[in-house]
């Protein structure tokens, strides 16, 4: 929907184009994902770099001698850090933000330790897996991911994180609160298959192929709204979704209906999911009555 957008506004017409970039996009999401999950351990590689540098200075109090080691001693972190499945993803998409910005491993380090969290955490040196998957989980949701100077950070880094965030953020907290300790992390891909990577280009250059074709489905279903006051962002829901109806298959109608709906509710106008679901349903009827949708597999109407 972006893209599309983006072409209206550039006028553009190198289609090749903006599909790489629009693949190229989605594919640094790939990346968020991993520099977010390695903030955990380059975390804890800060903290013993920290102890081991307070235990040396000439005169160490006792307790820098002899520091609570919890934290570093965490089985989710220590699990991560050794996770062959993460290690292969950190080198072969080259992520090394952390090596050329650890100023911002730093800051979140400093933050975590200020926090009540923390103190509670350390109160005693025993642990216990349970105890250090709730702190990880905590430490994530609570002082990682809402941190706004680390938000600013992969904000500047690549403008189009900015949607993929939350997105990338509530996935690694559903998979520490899903970690066992058999350390069975796996790094998650970002395609289920290549059909799904497939669909990425094939919705958007159907989409783009067919706008003129497209808007004539909807168009004269709006009596009581010129073309010209429709949102430019509905009018591209609309023709996905009409889309998504008539050239897929394999995508259930409700689905493709409730995810538009949610598009809608995140980018456009207050009114814009309630406008756009009417016309959906009445052209469902239509195209039903005139046997334009060809829907495959159990359950897809």
């Known amino acids: 929907m972006q893209s599309i957008y983006a072409m209206h506004q550039k006028n553009a017409e190198e289609l090749e184009k903006e599909e790489k970039f629009l693949i190229q996009s989605i594919d640094n999401i790939q990346d968020l994902y991993l520099i977010m999950l390695s903030s955990l351990t380059e975390i804890r590689k800060k903290e013993i770099i920290f ?86 989980v905590d430490m994530f949701t609570e002082l990682i991911a809402p941190n706004e100077k680390l938000y600013d950070y992969l904000e500047d880094h ?29 790094v998650v891909k970002l395609y289920k298959d290549e059909e799904d990577r497939e669909f990425v280009g094939n919705l958007f250059r159907k989409t783009v192929l067919n706008e003129v074709a497209l808007a004539k489905e909807y168009i004269d279903k709006t009596p009581n709204w010129d073309a010209d006051r429709i949102a430019e962002i509905d009018t591209i829901i609309l023709k996905m979704a ?40 009445n052209l469902v009827k239509e195209f039903q009555a005139e046997n334009k949708i060809k829907k495959t597999g159990r359950g897809l109407m």
């Open 242 to 281: 009409i889309c998504e109806f008539l050239k897929f298959p394999s995508i259930p109608i409700k689905v493709t209906i409730n995810e538009y709906l949610e598009i809608a509710k995140e980018y456009s106008t207050p009114k814009s999911s309630i406008f756009i679901n009417g016309i959906l349903d």
């Open 51 to 136: 102890l081991e540098a307070s235990k040396n200075k000439h005169l160490a109090t006792p307790e820098e001698k002899n520091p609570n080691l919890k934290f570093v001693n965490n089985a989710v972190l220590l699990h991560l850090e050794e996770n062959n499945s993460l290690s292969i993803a950190l080198e072969s998409r080259k992520i090394n933000n952390w090596s050329l910005n650890d100023d911002y491993i730093l800051l979140l380090l400093n933050e975590i330790k200020q926090s009540e969290l923390y103190d509670k955490y350390m109160g005693n040196r025993t642990n216990t897996f349970e105890e250090d998957k709730q702190f990880v």
């Open 158 to 186: 690549k403008l189009t994180w900015i949607d993929d965030i939350p997105l990338v953020n509530t996935q690694i907290q559903k998979q520490l609160k899903q970690f066992s300790d058999k350390d069975d992390f796996k």
